[in-house]
C-alpha cells in the first residue's frame, strides 16, 4: 500500500506528497502564517 497526502489551500493549490513528515511540515507552516487549508489522505493498493 501507498499512502499520498492531499493538502488543499488557496495560497498554494493542490499539493500531493508521499512524506508524511513533509505533509505534517506544510500543514503546520500554513496554520503558523494564518493560511486555511483541507487535508486528507489517500491509500492506494499496489
Do not use: D, N, Q
Not at 500543514?27 to 493560511?35: A, Q, S, V
Request: charged residues 35%; hydrophobic residues 35%; proline residues 2%.
Amino acid at each position: 500500500m501507498k499512502t499520498f497526502y492531499h493538502i488543499k489551500s488557496e495560497e498554494i493549490g493542490t499539493v500531493i506528497l508521499r512524506k508524511r513528515k513533509i505533509a505534517k511540515a506544510l500543514r503546520r507552516w500554513l496554520r503558523e502564517k494564518g493560511y486555511p487549508c483541507e487535508h486528507s489522505f489517500i491509500v492506494k493498493s499496489v
